[in-house]
């Protein structure tokens, strides 16, 4: 079965640094990639960015860019979300997703998230 | 990036067809054939309906369709059950983002 399963439920501090997880399986980790997507409390879907494990190339949204880091490690088949420094604005719910691509002279051109991720809810208060 | 623009809710009762929009720029959803649209369902992760404009993945119902004109996509949903409530969001690849999403729509089966 192709799943994506994330690390658990966080509390943390503002000002904290916090790193959550994405375990893929039952596919070929490192030639799909794998994309993070933010909800906040009662919003909607924001696309932060993607990584594609086989060589570590990453996107990230302009709104994303600098706030956060994405990263992989392809040994064990995982994908990470990490931020250096919590703000109360960044509790949300988190998910990772399996993303579809077709390539173009070297363009990637990204057009579904066909596998999730159960999600991590990220909860940031003093 | 400016999020895509969907109406806030939209309504029908069961055995009827609806209609959700998803209105982007020449530089999403004008630009490029790969809109896709998922389903969440309250407390769920989102679920892939629809991807590249108009193509089911497999064991989604063919009671799900899309298609796009100019900058302008849409979702129909045919014979509405009451399954189908939940929110639809569309996203489309953009020249300036990788992906961006739309705002959401609440479907409510009246």
């Known amino acids: 079965e192709v799943q994506l399963v994330q690390s658990g439920a966080e509390v943390k501090k503002p000002g904290e640094s916090q790193k959550i997880s994405c375990k893929g399986s039952?596919?070929?980790?490192?030639?799909?990639?794998i994309g993070w997507v933010r909800q906040m409390p009662g919003k909607g879907l924001e696309w932060m960015g993607i990584i594609y494990p086989g060589d570590s190339d990453t996107r990230y949204s302009p709104s994303f860019q600098g706030q956060v880091t994405i990263s992989a490690d392809k040994s064990i088949s995982t994908a990470y979300l990490q931020w250096s420094s919590l703000k109360a604005s960044d509790t949300a719910m988190y998910y990772c997703?399996?993303?579809?691509?077709?390539?173009?002279?070297?363009?990637?051109?990204?057009?579904?998230?066909?596998?999730w991720g159960q999600g991590t809810t990220v909860t940031v208060s003093s | 990036q400016s999020a895509l623009t969907q109406p806030a809710s939209v309504s029908g009762s069961p055995g009827q067809s609806i209609t959700i929009s998803c209105t982007g720029t020449?530089?999403?959803?004008?630009?490029?054939?790969?809109v896709s649209w998922y389903q969440q369902l309250p407390g769920k992760a989102p679920k892939l309906m629809i991807y590249?404009?108009?193509y089911r993945p497999s064991g989604v119902s063919n009671r799900f369709s899309g298609s796009k004109s100019g900058n302008s996509a849409s979702l129909t949903i045919s014979g509405l059950q009451a399954e189908d409530e939940a929110d639809y969001y569309c996203?489309?690849?953009?020249?300036?983002?990788?992906?961006?999403f739309g705002g959401g729509t609440k479907l409510t089966v009246l």
């Open positions: 590249e404009v108009n």
């Open positions: 039952g596919y070929s980790f490192t030639s799909y990639w």
């Open positions: 020449s530089s999403d959803v004008g630009a490029y054939n790969y």
């Open positions: 997703a399996r993303v579809r691509a077709t390539a173009d002279r070297e363009v990637y051109y990204f057009y579904g998230m066909d596998v």
């Open positions: 996203s489309s690849y953009t020249t300036n983002s990788p992906v961006v």
